[in-house]
């Protein structure tokens, strides 16, 4: 994999340090907040608790990116990395499941679900943040071939869910079930999140989606994010009746006709690049 430390980052981007800080904030205050519940504390002790754990953490987290110029492409490059960010909201997926069970007072059941679930969502905005800027450095040089490209999913289906989940949330406010509510609300925002990271809403907003042939490998360009797929990841190029594969493992890329409409050219270029890649990493002593 080629290491973007060799490429020159003055600092992480702006919104690397949002993200890091809001994903501190939250964290450090569901715990604050979640412990406070415990002693069966007044909801104005318990809001001040939380916006004072979301300040602290947010203003932390903004200063670690400041002081880390490495941090983002750190995080961004590692799969394991990125997955412990979102590793302490595994207990809002409990939360979720049950939607009203209680953790100690039906208090902390609400806040420490709620938190949860929304350490869950910011850390996978964050991850996703971190791999845009780790991709951005490991793909720095211009592109060799370059394609539109429409990203999988999306549609009808996608909104629907949202606003089913949206109705559930409100339903559940209705009736006093309030952990159920900000569960299912949550539920609704990370949906509408990963659809927005992963390219799958159609939006106004954000740039073309592409599929870009580097020097080093493949980036898939969402409006908002990038990835990347180093050559020496890559075991196979094929392609298969309507389906470009890159067999990478568990982690295989494919993309079909229905995307990407020049699929022949771009198996082309992918397989030269590719080839020429095995060639220079063959020949080095």
Sequence with gaps: MPDASEHPVDSSSRGFRIALGLYLG?????????????????????????????????????????????????????????????????????????ATWSWSPIASALV?????????????????????????TAAADEPIGTWNWTPPGGGKADALLAVLWGFLALGNAIDGNFAAAVVWLLIALGWIVAGAIEGRWRTPWGVDPEIRVHEDGLVKRRPFTKTFVPWEDVAHVRLREDELVLDRGLFDVRLERSELADLEAVR????????????????VP
């Design 268 to 283: 082309e270029t992918i397989e030269r690049r590719f080839e020429a890649a095995g060639a220079n990493a063959r020949s």
């Design 26 to 98: 939250v964290l450090v205050a569901g715990i604050a907040a979640s412990v406070a519940a415990t002693g069966q504390v007044s909801d104005a002790v318990l809001a001040a608790v939380f916006v004072g754990g979301l300040a602290t953490g947010t203003i932390l987290g903004i200063v670690a990116a400041r002081l880390d110029d490495d941090l983002a492409i750190r995080l961004g490059r590692s799969r394991r990395r990125r997955a412990l960010l979102v590793l302490p909201g595994v207990p809002g997926l409990l939360g979720a499941a049950t």
């Design 112 to 136: 420490a679900t709620g938190s949860s679930l929304a350490v869950l969502v910011v850390g996978y905005v964050l991850g996703a943040v971190a791999r845009t800027e780790y991709v951005e």
